[in-house]
């Protein structure tokens, strides 16, 4: 059974929608191995900072129905499809990785490009799965996040209002 990693992200009422959504991840996927919360500068936009964190789950399903759920959670929680790219949002689920798969099926990326892009996408992963290895570049996700540019970093782990348990 693989086991893949959301990529998790809310600015708007993230005491709410986070704790809430992975109660819904884990009424589907079972346990769930949570990173510490990530407390980050908005990107691309002027926006309230958003709270991120990654989820590994293991599942039987396809990546595409995996998917599925992950938009029927954000939807749940109020996300709307006409969202903007870069914008605030309710609640933003991606399937990151999923086992060994490398995908590019329309919106379906695996692995995802932000992994290697983003702070606040390596360093959560790298802080649950360090030993794991990008499916195309074979290098640990504790490698790349050591040789990420740290220069203009505005992220920091942070100690959220609700369990990281569920």
């Given at each position: 059974m693989p086991t893949g990693y959301i990529s998790i992200g809310s600015n708007i009422d993230q005491d709410l929608h986070i704790p809430n959504s992975l109660k819904a991840l884990q009424q589907h996927f079972g346990k769930l191995t949570l990173s510490s919360v990530y407390e980050s500068a908005a990107v691309g936009f002027e926006g309230d900072p958003f709270y991120n964190l990654i989820v590994g789950f293991e599942s039987d399903l396809t990546a595409k129905a995996v998917a599925q759920i992950f938009r029927d959670i954000e939807l749940a929680h109020g996300r709307t499809r006409n969202s903007q790219k870069f914008s605030a949002r309710t609640l933003d689920l991606d399937l990151i990785l999923y086992g060994d798969l490398v995908l590019s099926d329309g919106r379906l990326q695996i692995p995802r490009?932000?992994?290697?892009?983003?702070?606040?996408?390596?360093?959560?992963?790298?802080?649950?799965?360090?030993?794991?290895?990008?499916?195309?570049?074979?290098?640990d996700y504790a490698t790349l996040w050591q040789a990420f540019d740290k220069t203009n970093l505005q992220q920091q782990r942070i100690t959220p209002n609700w369990p990281l348990t569920v």
């Amino acid at each position: 059974m693989p086991t893949g990693y959301i990529s998790i992200g809310s600015n708007i009422d993230q005491d709410l929608h986070i704790p809430n959504s992975l109660k819904a991840l884990q009424q589907h996927f079972g346990k769930l191995t949570l990173s510490s919360v990530y407390e980050s500068a908005a990107v691309g936009f002027e926006g309230d900072p958003f709270y991120n964190l990654i989820v590994g789950f293991e599942s039987d399903l396809t990546a595409k129905a995996v998917a599925q759920i992950f938009r029927d959670i954000e939807l749940a929680h109020g996300r709307t499809r006409n969202s903007q790219k870069f914008s605030a949002r309710t609640l933003d689920l991606d399937l990151i990785l999923y086992g060994d798969l490398v995908l590019s099926d329309g919106r379906l990326q695996i692995p995802r490009d932000e992994i290697e892009h983003y702070a606040f996408v390596l360093e959560p992963l790298a802080e649950i799965a360090p030993r794991l290895k990008h499916p195309i570049k074979h290098l640990d996700y504790a490698t790349l996040w050591q040789a990420f540019d740290k220069t203009n970093l505005q992220q920091q782990r942070i100690t959220p209002n609700w369990p990281l348990t569920v």
